[in-house]
């Protein structure tokens, strides 16, 4: 049996958390890889139940399953919430205790959705990118950190902090991610400013020597940002810490035309867990207007990741391509004035694709 711990969360999480069950369902049913799943509480549902973002029993449920599915967390009913109970504070935690020090973010452009990105097409017809991110370490996590007042001035202050072995276990998974793409990896830092980062350009090149079949570049942040917006598809691998990975990663989702279509995963030595990249989206939940594809193509990646079954995580790519080519869309990559489905409708759609046949 492989277990499986489900986290809804917030706003939108549940509807599209929803929709992707239905998907693994069916995939469960027919490969019958005996998947049990339960649910458990994060971010502000779970402040609302327990005053807590990441309860112990969350936590406890997340640590004994074999992977994690997580929708969204976070909205304004919990602002004025103090920092440490705020509802971003259950993720991050959840990271941390999971020791998810790897996030990976595939940014690919969909054929069929190339006019929905912001840039023109011909930039971002051959986008293929694998963001990786440390998320452990760095400024997020790093001590000291607070608020004070110095001679009546109030400061805030946070360290950027990355130790060698954080630096080289990080850059294995992006070499390794490198190897089964186009063997070519740019690694991201501003070594030019921080020593932080200093360090993280070293290690990388050290750990470099042991992939020789992989081209290794360096790429300050302020030109990484610039040239993703540039010529994005000279990008294949892209390798950062925490923060810089948090806006790159953001920043390379808007050349596909909607965050609602990229999932991402968060791997550790044994654990995983599996996200849609987007937020919470409290202004349309409960609407059924959520996009739930992303979602439904982080599952695909559990079970490429954590279950090793690539055919059945190839199977589920390919009805969500059916799917766009059957035209169908929600609201935020359809094109102006064209009919739209809603969340419901769009995850039953793919299980109807994921039984078809290959054409």
């Known amino acids: 049996m492989k277990k499986i711990a489900i986290f809804a969360g917030d706003g939108i ?31 502000g549902a779970a402040l609302d139940a327990s005053d ?3 309860p112990v029993a969350s936590l406890q449920l997340a640590m004994a399953a074999d992977a994690v599915i997580l929708g969204a967390v976070g909205g304004p009913r919990w602002d004025a ?9 259950g993720l991050l935690r959840l990271r941390k205790g999971l020791d998810l020090y790897a996030n990976l973010r595939p940014a690919q452009i969909f054929p069929q959705l190339l006019d929905a990105s912001p840039l023109r097409p011909e930039l971002v017809r051959d986008v293929d990118i694998l963001v990786v991110r440390e998320l452990t370490g760095d400024i997020y996590f790093g001590q000291p950190r607070g608020l004070e007042v110095v001679d009546g001035k109030r400061r805030g202050f946070n360290t950027m902090v990355y130790d060698e072995d954080e630096i080289r276990r990080i850059a294995h998974v992006a ?9 070519q990896l740019c690694s991201v830092d501003k070594a030019n400013v921080l020593e932080t980062t200093r360090l993280w350009r070293e290690v990388v090149t050290e750990v470099a020597r042991d ?13 990484a940002a610039m040239q993703l917006i540039r010529a994005p598809a000279q990008f294949d691998v892209l390798l950062t810490g925490n923060m810089f990975g948090d806006i790159l990663s953001d920043e390379a989702s808007q050349l596909t035309g909607s965050i609602g279509m990229l ?52 199977r589920v790519e390919a009805a969500v391509q059916r799917v766009l080519d059957q035209g169908l869309r929600t609201a ?8 739209v489905i809603g969340t419901k409708a769009m995850g039953a759609a793919v299980v109807n694709a994921l039984s078809l046949k290959d054409q």
């Not at 049913?29 to 994060?42: D, R």
């Not at 919430?81 to 504070?89: C, D, G, L, N, T």
């Not at 992939?211 to 030109?223: A, C, K, R």
């Open 13 to 43: 999480g549940p509807e599209i958390v929803a929709a992707a069950r239905q998907v693994l369902d069916a995939v469960d049913q027919a490969a019958h890889l005996g998947l049990h799943c339960t649910e458990g509480l994060v971010g």
């Open 52 to 54: 807590d973002p990441l």
């Open 81 to 89: 919430y103090p920092p440490a109970k705020r509802p971003e504070q």
């Open 175 to 183: 070499f390794r991610a490198a190897q089964g793409r186009r063997k």
């Open 211 to 223: 992939y020789p079949d992989v081209q290794l570049s360096h790429m300050y942040v302020d030109n």
């Open 263 to 314: 999932p991402s995963a968060s791997l550790g030595e044994g654990r995983a867990m599996y996200e849609p990249i987007h937020g919470s989206a409290p202004d349309i939940a409960g609407q059924d207007k959520a996009n739930p594809l992303a979602t439904i193509l982080s599952v695909a990646m559990m079970l490429r990741h954590s279950f090793h079954a690539e055919s059945w995580a190839q």
């Open 332 to 339: 935020d990559i359809a094109a102006p004035g064209a009919s």
